[in-house]
């Protein structure tokens, strides 16, 4: 085939006219730089620093670089990741829903957005009683996800609330909406937020009377990081309030199935008056062992409403069918075998073995002189610093006893002056660090 000098020409010409204008050439700069001229999302810039986990990875890393004959000895009490396998039912559950994509008379593909009616329903029958309707339950790949998508729902014109400390997903997600001023060095708080304090002193639970009002209250119990479980009486003052003051309560029930304390509500629905006022975004990942397998839920009630009297359910509904094609038929499937009964005996067998997990380390700090939250409805215990620096001190256990936790600090102000520790590893795992912990301490008596 031929092609003449005229023809290739054009070509050339023609591709030239999609090769991207050198920015810098179109201003006169001299310096070549190539880029676009979309300009950056403004409140990216006002998020500090790195995520907290990735920080976390990041020192660990730069420790092993400069003392590589310890990575065999790193043992992590730090990001809350689930360690021990998924249970034999439950897994029986995912392996039979991948076994259906294999035959063409049980093939599935795209499904509901809003979940597998079977498993929405199960979720409303065995986990909150019948309290709330399957039409109100939002299947999803994770409570994380769905906090992100409430926000995209929320916009940018809303004032939000956070525990302190607190997930730090709530704030950052409010960062990115533009829903705050920036970031105060002095308080290390973000301008536009309201800091709800939760410390030793008022038992983790903010005085809201106290606090301005916000339009979105993010509220985690069991908490993370503290580790402590609100009460039905403080769980009723906070439903109260947000009815009181028009408030959209999204409530975070991820550790609920960790509570053991008779009379401890491990949903807000249980709660009178929570309809209209609540969100509850909840997780099979503490459940289950499926933090990497990505199955959630969020309810939100038909009787919810804005100030003009629409329905942020079918708000949520648009979010959902438009930003994403389902939960994995999959996984929802392994989400089924999680609710029989053969699986609900699994997951109180795994939450069994990671709450003892936190007793061994509750029982070691208090041992050692430490005053110590949490660890009993939750699988965090959060340990009080008398005044070091958590981030000191999470270089200290790093450096002298190879033990991975997280510094308070990274969960809002706050936290300060508090360490994390997770419940959520082998149990050889914690009671080698906890020895470790017990020498370290002895050496420097």
Partial sequence: MKFSIAALCIAAGSAQAFVAPNVSEMRGDSTVMWGTQVKRNPNFGKLQGGYLFPEIGRRRTAYLEANPDMADRIISLGIGDTTMPIPEHILGGLEGAVSKLGVKETYSGYGAEQGMGALRSKIAEKLYGNLIEDSEVFVSDGAKCDIMRLQIMFGYDVVSAVQDPSYPVYVDTSVMQGQTGLFKEGDKQFDGIVYMPCNPDNGFFPDLSELPRADIVYFCSPNNPTG?????????????????????????????????????????????????????????SKYAGFTGVRLGWTVIPHELKWADGSSVHADFNRVMTTGFNGASNIVQGGGMACLDDEGLGEINSLIDYYLENANILRTTFTELGYNVHG????????????GKSSWDQFNSFLEECQ???????????????????????????????????KENAASKA
């Fill in 228 to 284: 402590v479980a609100a009460t039905k009486e403080q769980l009723t003052e906070l439903v109260k309030i947000c009815n009181e003051r028009g408030s959209i309560l999204v409530f975070d029930a991820a550790y609920a199935p960790f509570i053991r304390s008779e009379g401890v509500p491990k949903s807000i629905f249980e709660i009178e008056g929570a309809k209209t006022c609540a969100i509850e975004v909840n997780s099979f």
């Fill in 375 to 386: 660890g009993t409805d939750a699988p965090y215990i959060f340990i009080d610093l008398n």
């Fill in 403 to 437: 033990v991975v936790t997280i510094p308070g600090a990274g969960f809002g102000p706050g936290g300060e002056g508090f360490l994390r520790l997770s419940a959520f590893a082998p149990r050889e795992s914690i009671e080698e660090a906890c020895k470790r912990f």
